[in-house]
């Protein structure tokens, strides 16, 4: 059975063990009921109960289910008419909907085009709050539907993840104005900060992080990402980069924001799936997605992951002097790459080549994330145990 049907199991069993217990209050709308989506909606929670409770029991009934093998069934008719429900009745469902009284502000962490991000305490916990900007909730512009689609696709991606090296859900508010996301802190920021805050701190120079540190790092990233990638339906992140990667008061490293994630289809197309082109940051972009070749897969993660692996051996990002833009088309136009040779001379052959064949310009010819997994922790085997640094060592 795939992670991600694990996962939805794990979730659903929660729900379903409560069937039959009391009725909880419903969720009240803070700015009048949500705007209807596809799929039946649902208002009282013993149909949620049932809703969920029988999406479970489909799940179970067909552990072989995969996107190759999926027929129509009832059980296959359970599950699409629940991955169709509005996302205010998931989060009831599921029991992820969390009441807006129970969130504190603090700090402002960021702020995008249409979103910020807050520190902010829920139940005794510091955690992150992402939301919608107030005027970007109300309005109609395509910046805005696409900060809202961008939320939303990371809530219903991250509801049903659950990995020791993806950045952990914890509820939603989706009723009501702002949409709001909460995740769990990362005191340490984000490794594009982390990096930069280094090289100050070496007066400009690039600060090469230890050996044992980038092979702790590269072990992780690789591990979620062959847990994304062996989901059933797979999960493609799209937007990998340093900024993207988190880490923790004792700097292990977490994947995070999957606002531009993609949830490959059940359904195939002339046997491959269709995606939407140039998505994602361009420095780190694999020529496919800047060539708008819609059956691009999984395989744009691993390219961009060879990036970050050679970013993280030498704390020099890559091309650092040249505009991203221009970097993506060089990349995919000429096969432009970084210098291997400082990471074959710090780390060896087997990482090097690594590299080079995870940013390989034919896709095929890049290894999945269990490879690379396989491969980085044989190099890890050859070290001591990765250490241990803090966010100030």
Known sequence: MGAHLRTD????????????????????????????????????????????????????????????SMSKSPSTEILENYNQQPLHVRSRAEQWELPRKEIQLTDKLGEGDGGVIYHAHWRGLDVVAKMLKADTDRASNIDS??????????????????????????????????????????????????????????????????????????IELARALCFLHNCSPIII?????????????????????????????????????????????????????????????EKVDIYSSGLILWYISLGERPFDRVPAEVVAEKAARSGLRPNLEPVRARFGPEFADLVAQAWHGDPPQRPSAGQMVELLEQLGQSVSKPSVLRRSG
């Open 9 to 68: 199991i794990d979730y659903l069993k929660l729900v379903s063990m409560e069937a039959g217990a009391a009725a909880t209050s419903k969720a009240t709308a803070e700015a009048g009921k949500p705007e209807q989506q596809a799929g039946k909606d649902v208002e009282s929670e013993a149909e949620l109960r049932k809703l969920a409770t029988d999406a479970l029991k489909a799940m179970q009934s067909k552990p072989g289910l995969s996107a190759d």
């Open 145 to 218: 539907d696409v900060a809202k689609a961008d939320l939303i696709n990371e809530i219903s991606v991250l509801s049903r993840l659950r990995h020791p090296n993806l950045v952990m859900f914890l509820g939603a508010c989706t009723i009501g104005v702002p949409l709001i996301i909460l995740n769990e802190y990362m005191s340490g920021g984000n490794l594009e900060d982390y990096l930069i805050s280094k090289r100050k701190e070496q007066g400009g120079k690039a600060w090469q992080p230890p050996p044992k540190l980038v092979l702790q790092w590269s």
């Open 237 to 297: 992140h799209r937007d990998l980069k340093p900024a993207n990667l988190l880490l923790n008061e004792d700097c292990h490293l977490k994947v995070g924001d999957f606002g531009l994630s993609k949830v490959k289809d059940l359904q195939k197309l002339s046997g491959t799936y269709r995606m939407t082109g140039k998505t994602g940051s361009m420095r780190y972009m694999a020529p496919e997605v800047y060539q708008d070749d819609p059956q691009y897969d």
